[in-house]
């Protein structure tokens, strides 16, 4: 069995790679999980948990048969990639599985690079924030070469995902599904950021309102409305964010370019993303993307913060 490689480990990627390496470890015929991150401090669960970090991407990638990554946006992938591909490293055969947001055209790129040194390319994006992922309950969508998403699959499927989503053998589908995806992600917190708004301005309540969020509009919707009301929409300063807002205004911007080129309107996720760039004029970087929230609620006459986020 070939050793697997994991590089990227923030706020999805550590959660992820944990539940890789608790699979690893139960199945005692694989070897541990080789782990890289430009933060390699991040990892230390990971060794806790008798993974092993390398801090050279290089040469996790010469000891591994599949490499998974899982970084901010396409300028860290292609670098990352790049890397490797410029070097006279043997790739033959290897399978590299990004779970990144990126463009589809960074997909194709990437996909083309590593075919030509006789390596698979997979996009397998995901969907579910960070405690989605804890539960290893992503939904993947999986997107590459037949004959490596088949070896790929059983890495993923009820290890860190519910479901796995096959967009067939074109890699730069999964990619499009994914930002396609957002724009619904985007546009629910607008949506449950104006509701929670309005309870509290009308004096509903927010408990009220996040009662029937959970009840009526599901599960997800209510984890949007729990990270305003909890506070998680602007943390401490000192924390990362769940889905920090510069991640979703990348992924807007994705769909923003695509929806250009083959002339259809997205104006909700205009409102939207206007609103998180506003926030993060505001408040900085160390913001959620259902930081919109703060945004609406000046606009409502009352402070970005609430009781239970940072003050300032
Ligand atoms: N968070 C979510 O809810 C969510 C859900 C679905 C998909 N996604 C997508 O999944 C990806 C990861 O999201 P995340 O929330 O885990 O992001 P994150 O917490 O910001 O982590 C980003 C990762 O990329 C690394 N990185 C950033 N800049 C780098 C650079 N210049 N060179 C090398 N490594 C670099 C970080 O390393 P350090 O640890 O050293 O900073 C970290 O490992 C993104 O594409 C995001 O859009 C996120």
Redesign the pocket.
């Known amino acids: 069995m070939t050793r697997i490689g994991w590089?990227?480990?923030?706020?999805?990627?550590?959660a992820m790679a944990t539940n890789l390496q608790k699979h690893l470890a139960k199945k005692s015929i694989l070897s541990s999980l080789l782990y890289s991150?430009?933060?390699m401090t991040?990892g230390d669960p990971l060794r806790a948990l008798g993974g092993t970090p390398e801090t050279s991407f290089s040469k996790l990638v010469s000891e591994c048969g599949i490499i998974f990554t899982?970084?901010?946006?396409d300028?860290?992938l292609q670098?990352?990639i790049t890397s490797v591909t410029d070097s006279n490293q043997s790739l033959k055969d290897k399978i590299f599985v990004d779970?990144?947001?990126?463009h589809p055209e960074t997909v194709g790129l990437t996909a083309a690079k590593l075919k030509e040194k006789q390596a698979d390319f997979l996009a397998a994006?995901?969907?579910?924030?960070?405690p989605i992922?804890v539960d290893g309950k992503l939904v993947f969508a999986i997107g590459g070469p037949k004959r490596a998403s088949d070896i790929v699959k059983p890495l993923i499927q009820d290890v860190m995902g519910r479901k796995v989503i096959d967009c067939g053998e074109d890699a730069k589908k999964s990619a499009l599904l994914?930002i396609a995806g957002n724009i619904i992600t985007v546009n629910l917190m607008e949506a449950v950021g104006e509701a929670q708004v309005f309870a509290e301005k009308t004096c509903l309540g927010t408990g009220a309102m996040e009662e029937l969020i959970g009840e009526a509009f599901g599960p997800v919707a209510g984890g949007y409305s729990k990270r305003l009301t909890t506070g998680a929409y602007a943390p401490p300063l000192d924390s990362?964010?769940?889905?920090?807002v510069s991640?979703?205004i990348?992924?807007a911007n994705h769909a923003f370019a695509m929806a250009k080129e083959s002339n259809a309107e997205l104006p909700g996720l205009k409102v939207a993303t206007d609103n998180m760039v506003a926030a993060r004029k505001y408040a900085g970087e160390c913001l959620d993307?259902s930081s919109m929230y703060g945004v609406l609620r000046q606009k409502a006459g009352l402070e970005f913060w609430n009781e239970k986020s940072r003050q300032g």
């Open positions: 590089y990227g480990l923030g706020s999805m990627g550590l991150n430009r933060t991040r899982m970084v901010s946006n300028t860290v670098d990352l779970c990144s947001t990126v994006p995901v969907f579910g924030g960070n992922a994914k990362r964010p769940g889905f920090g991640l979703a990348k992924d993307s």
